[in-house]
């Protein structure tokens, strides 16, 4: 054996002892269990994935089907998130490279009198180098874990945006129809109103009622009137969200919707079964819990800084190359980093270990919220077809009131008050129902969501592509 070879093997036998211990920082996690009871305070029905997948199916409304497609492929929000996806994954690939060597080569030509001798010299010369971080402590492994669980946040974030959309249009669609359906009430009840007044303006022209019942009548035909503009503002608000969410023209999904449709009502219950269930598949919750395996990762990454670090390094440069090469510089070695004293890696530490803490809390309030908002949505739908109902009995005995009202004032038995209060009652009545049939609809549309699993998953969107805008 040489002198020459000694030290080489010395650097290659260093450096197959500290390639051993690589991986021995990478961080143990282990993904959090949600601690929620086992049943929820109010009766839950049970759990179909196959109907909570596609909960908008339930009301049957090829018109609500057609703007949740619409939706899916045009959204600019879910294209946010989409095109988020595409920076998780040049991140994923960047952190990836590090544990890639880094090769570089170069070459450069000169000519010149070096020398102020009066002969022209021609130099050529080219140079190659390479340079690569060995993974002594973990730090690569743990940053490309962090990457990972971040791409697949970004992944979830995209059914998050798709959630949210489709219930945006859902419950935007219910509000188009139910100012349809109150401004048709409204119009007929003017209608009506429009009717007694005739009845009473004959009636006063030829004196067998006094002039107060006329103006009252006059003053209900206003009334019903009145309300008019703001449901009409209230349908147009609606069709312009509707616009909005699906990237559509206004006038163009205006003229669509204003051909009138029933008040959409679901057809089989919400699927949501146990809490466990209902929130285990939520995709803000999946999105929080890799948010915070990312931030452990993090921790890793900060700590093998303290730790050595060992990098192998290589060069060779030939000079004079159409020469044959004359002269050949060359290095190669490992070399190696220890860190004694850091102020900045204390600080890193530091920062990343709150930001872990931070997002284990994270996680721990958006399981609460989500338990929350399941507890409220189930509150207020199970209470929804008592309320509907209650009210349809009210609109039967308004309905029937104002009929006898108007037979006993026709003959003469009662004031004129009375067919008044029955008509005001009678609308009053129907918009109340109207109203709860929308709440039904609203309420299950938020309850679906509320526990509607993530469609797509980790990984399982494989392109990104923004959606074309409108025309």
């Known amino acids: 054996m040489t002198k020459t070879s000694t030290p080489l093997l010395r650097a290659a036998f260093l450096g197959t002892a500290m390639v051993l211990l690589a991986g021995c ?6 993904a959090p269990t949600a601690d929620v009871s086992r049943e929820f305070s109010a009766p839950a029905p049970a759990r179909d994935a196959a109907r909570g997948m596609q909960w908008w199916a339930a009301f049957n409304d090829r018109q609500l089907n057609a703007l949740i497609q619409a939706g899916l ?3 600019l929000n879910v294209a946010q998130a989409i095109e988020a996806v595409n920076e998780a994954r040049a991140n994923a690939r960047l952190v990836g490279a590090n544990d890639l060597p880094d090769v570089a080569v170069g070459a450069a030509a ?3 009198d070096t020398e102020g001798a009066g002969r022209v010299v021609d130099t050529t010369s080219a140079n190659a ?3 690569w971080m060995i993974d002594l402590f973990g730090r690569n492994q743990n940053a490309r874990a962090a990457a990972g669980a971040q791409l697949d946040s970004a992944y979830l974030s995209i059914d998050v945006a798709r959630l949210t959309m489709m219930s945006a249009i859902a419950q935007a669609y219910i509000d188009v129809r139910y100012f349809q359906e109150t401004i048709a009430l409204t119009r007929q009840s003017i209608s009506s109103r429009r009717e007694s007044l005739g009845l009473t303006e004959t009636k006063v022209e030829y004196g067998s009622a006094p002039r107060l019942e006329l103006v009252q009548a006059q003053q209900l035909v206003a009334q019903a009137e009145a309300q008019l503009p703001a449901l009409e503002v209230g349908f147009d608000q609606a069709v312009n969200r509707l616009a909005t969410l699906t990237n559509q023209r206004t006038a163009t999904l205006k003229a669509q919707l204003q051909r009138g449709a029933p008040q959409p009502r679901p057809r089989y219950a919400a699927s949501v079964g146990v809490p466990a269930e209902a929130i285990r598949n939520r995709p803000d919750v999946m999105a929080a819990e890799r948010d915070y395996a990312a931030s452990v990762f993090n921790v890793g990454v900060a700590r093998a800084a303290f730790y050595p ?10 000079i004079n190359i159409s020469g044959g090469g004359n002269l050949k510089v060359w290095s190669f070695g490992p070399q190696l980093n220890l860190p004694i004293f850091n102020a900045a890696n204390n600080a890193n530490l530091s920062v ?5 803490v931070q997002a284990r809390l994270g996680w721990q309030s958006t399981v609460l919220g989500a338990v929350e908002e399941v507890e409220n949505a189930l509150a207020a739908y199970n209470r929804d077809g008592r309320n509907i109902a209650a009210q349809q009995r009210l609109v ?13 004032f026709d003959i003469g038995d009662t004031e004129f008050f009375t067919v008044l209060d029955a008509e005001r009652t009678l609308l009053d009545a129907r918009n109340s129902l109207s109203q709860a049939v929308r709440q039904q609809a609203q309420n299950y549309v938020t309850l679906s969501v509320a526990t509607a699993g993530s469609g797509l998953g980790p990984r399982a969107v494989q392109t990104a592509a923004v959606p074309a805008a409108a025309n």
Not at 309 to 318: A, D, E, H, R, Y
């Open 110 to 112: 000169t000519r010149g």
């Open 73 to 75: 492929a045009r959204n």
């Open 396 to 408: 039967s005995a308004a309905q029937e009131t104002v009929n006898l009202s108007r037979t006993s």
């Open 309 to 318: 670090s060992l990098s192998l390094t290589g060069n060779i440069q030939p």
């Open 129 to 131: 180098s390479v340079s």
């Open 352 to 356: 990343a270990e709150s930001r872990a």
């Open 25 to 30: 920082g990478v961080m143990d996690y282990t």
